[in-house]
């Protein structure tokens, strides 16, 4: 389908306005101690539990900086940057949801489940659309670069 018009050049959507800036609270949440991720500690150690808190609130602070950033001039580079972004955000959060299966397959919340793999979704489907359109957007962005100017010598007449 080359001829749908480019939707993804807009950085507005409900994504980046609010589950990523939600991955980063959970994130930092669970690196002040606030909560407890008993499961996954359990699953990968406290040392482990921490390192996977870090990354879950960087990857969301960098989704949601460089999504709510992102201006026509430089929105290859936010895009790409929005994609890893995503992909750790659904690999740590992945992580997660295996540690309440494998760890309280009855006992933790649906609700939290119910969350988080609403989440992992959300952002597989995300990097899913970047990795699409980023072909698409390289064209779009190639067709719009002046061509290459004409040097001196060859515009002159050598009569």
Same mark, same amino acid.
């Given at each position: 389908?080359?001829?749908?018009?480019?939707?993804?050049?807009?950085?507005?959507?409900?994504?980046?306005?609010?589950?990523?800036?939600?991955?980063?609270?959970?994130?930092?949440?669970?690196?002040?101690?606030?909560?407890?991720?008993?499961?996954?500690?359990?699953?990968?150690?406290?040392?482990?539990?921490?390192?996977?808190?870090?990354?879950?609130?960087?990857?969301?602070?960098?989704?949601?900086?460089?999504?709510?950033?992102?201006?026509?001039?430089?929105?290859?580079?936010?895009?790409?940057?929005?994609?890893?972004?995503?992909?750790?955000?659904? +690999?740590?959060?992945? !992580?997660?949801?295996?540690?309440?299966?494998?760890?309280? $397959? &009855? =006992?933790?919340?649906?609700? #939290?489940?119910?969350?988080?793999?609403?989440?992992?979704?959300?952002?597989?489907?995300?990097?899913?659309?970047?990795?699409?359109?980023?072909?698409? +957007?390289?064209?779009? !962005?190639?067709?719009?670069?002046?061509?290459?100017?004409? $040097? &001196? =010598?060859?515009?002159?007449? #050598?009569?």
């Amino acid at each position: 389908m080359p001829h749908r018009a480019l939707q993804i050049t807009s950085p507005r959507h409900g994504v980046a306005l609010g589950v990523y800036p939600l991955c980063a609270a959970i994130g930092l949440w669970h690196l002040t101690d606030l909560a407890t991720a008993t499961a996954l500690i359990d699953l990968v150690t406290e040392h482990g539990a921490s390192v996977w808190a870090l990354a879950l609130f960087l990857a969301g602070g960098f989704a949601f900086i460089t999504a709510s950033t992102a201006k026509p001039t430089n929105i290859r580079s936010h895009l790409v940057t929005e994609f890893w972004a995503c992909i750790a955000i659904a +690999l740590t959060l992945g !992580l997660y949801f295996a540690s309440l299966i494998v760890g309280y $397959p &009855l =006992a933790s919340s649906l609700t #939290t489940k119910s969350m988080v793999v609403a989440i992992v979704a959300g952002c597989v489907w995300r990097a899913r659309q970047i990795h699409r359109e980023l072909p698409r +957007l390289d064209a779009a !962005l190639a067709q719009q670069r002046p061509a290459s100017p004409v $040097p &001196l =010598a060859a515009a002159t007449p #050598t009569d």
